[in-house]
């Protein structure tokens, strides 16, 4: 089975913070991605990956920026975190169009 | 401007009864659709997936219907469980790298 791992489950930060959140994927996939889900907006891509360090912007990317340094590993990071960053993130991989989501991250920030 | 649409964003049905969830898209080149189930606190997993070559994929009691003249699909289950009750998405390719985008979703509840 593939298995998309998110580091934290809950996260509660300030604003102005700086965020990682990171995702580790054990199926050699070249495809890695980062969703936001929020109440009545449903799942959107925030940046994507198809290889080792490229990196392309999704529909919201602004306010985010990502980092992949090895195939298995893709890192989303808030420079500085906002109150309207609060979300919940989803990080997902894949090698065709299905893609494994890991089980999220809920982002507060205060 | 959305290109993947669910406009019931919640629906109720009996157990035993059969569930319908709607989805319509905007561009008529899309050629494969796939539906995700969220429970909370939990990734989405992938459910069942239909090319635009066919109009119905079945999975047990899962059925996805594809209407291309009216850019609408469909996931019906039947019989509805309580165990069904999450939000589903539907979702299409798109993009230069045909990265998923997703309707809003429906909040499926299955009454006991």
């Known amino acids: 089975d593939v298995k998309v791992t998110q580091s934290s489950r809950y996260l509660v930060k300030r604003t102005g913070e700086k965020v990682f959140l990171e995702c580790v994927q054990d199926?050699?996939?070249?495809?890695m991605f980062w969703y936001r889900q929020d109440p009545g907006l449903g799942l959107r891509l925030i940046y994507f990956s198809y290889d080792v360090k490229m990196k392309e912007k999704g529909d919201i990317p602004e306010g985010y920026s990502v980092s992949r340094e090895k195939k298995e590993r893709f890192s989303l990071i808030l420079e500085s975190a906002s109150t309207n960053q609060t979300s919940m993130y989803l990080c997902a991989s894949t090698s065709d169009e299905k893609l494994f989501f890991g089980s999220g991250t809920q982002l507060s920030v205060l | 401007d959305q290109q993947v649409k669910q406009n019931s964003p919640s629906l109720s049905v009996q157990e035993g009864r059969i569930s319908i969830l709607n989805c319509d898209y905007t561009?008529?080149?899309?050629?494969?659709f796939l539906w995700y189930k969220k429970y909370p606190a939990e990734g989405p997993t992938f459910l069942i997936s239909i090319s635009s070559i066919k109009d119905k994929n079945e999975d047990g009691r899962f059925t996805v219907f594809l209407n291309k003249s009216a850019k609408h699909l469909s996931l019906h289950i039947v019989p509805s469980q309580p165990g069904d009750s999450a939000v589903y998405f539907c979702?299409?390719?798109?993009?230069?790298?045909?990265?998923?985008?997703f309707g809003s979703g429906t909040q499926l509840t299955v009454l006991p």
């Open positions: 561009n008529s080149m899309f050629d494969y």
């Open positions: 979702a299409a390719p798109t993009g230069s790298a045909r990265q998923l985008t």
């Open positions: 199926m050699d996939h070249e495809n």
